[in-house]
């Protein structure tokens, strides 16, 4: 199940390259830049789901104790990691053209820093205590409080006056996105997401072993 | 705007680099479980006997 995750992540991904590359249009603006989107976007989308999942597996192993949804909230919060990461350094990239900075510490930026700090706390918590339970017990904790800060990044570009743009799809009300480069991000954003399910399977049964192995 | 390819080619490339790299990393942890496991079931295999052969019953050290 898991290997036939990995091949059709592999083909949306080539797929999603074609439709980012080949299908949508050179956007009038920005010029060719703009393709960057396709991959900036759909990372951070996949990431807020990681971390979806991650609070979600928290709350059911504070609740119930279950290893298992300890496990799947280990291997969900660091696959977000990795792609929030990814959507980090993207958008810094996509920012030094368009912008003339790397880097501007407005209130999208910090915040999307401070989630991705913290979840980094998380990756480094759950390797510095050595009682495996209060470990897992106090990383749950750290993982709900830092998945509630999603909203916070979500909503920044209203609250406070942003270099940042709006959302242009999460949002209420139609997208002003032309239906092409929309079709664009969706199959980029199916791609990613196909790509992250594979990475916490994959993870989720690597720690499923190593506990196996440590019993 | 000019199209900045250069900058585009970093941002895929980079994300082709991460990627790839957790992917490998993944694949490594796999290993050395699957190495584990094995070093467990041979550690927790019993003696087959032939491995230190007694020698026979009238041989003696040359001192005794």
Known sequence: MVTVLGWLAALAIVVGLATGFGMAPREVTQGNVQRIMYLHVPAVWVAYLAFTVGFVASVVYLARRREAADRLAHAACEVGTVFLGVNIATGAIWGKPTWGTW???DARLTSVAVVFVMFLAYLLLRQAVEDRERGARYAAVLAIVAALNIPLVHFSVYWWRTLHQ??????PGASAMPPIILAALLVNFGALAILG???IARRARVLAGEAEAMA | MPDNWGFVAAAYGL???VFGGYWRRLVRKERELTALRADRA?????PSGTAHPRPDAGWRAPLQ
């Open chain 1, 103 to 105: 880097w501007t510490w």
């Open chain 1, 166 to 171: 709006p959302p242009s799809l999460l949002k």
């Open chain 1, 197 to 199: 399910a594979y990475f």
């Open chain 2, 15 to 17: 994300a082709a680099v």
């Open chain 2, 42 to 46: 041979n550690r927790s295999r019993p």
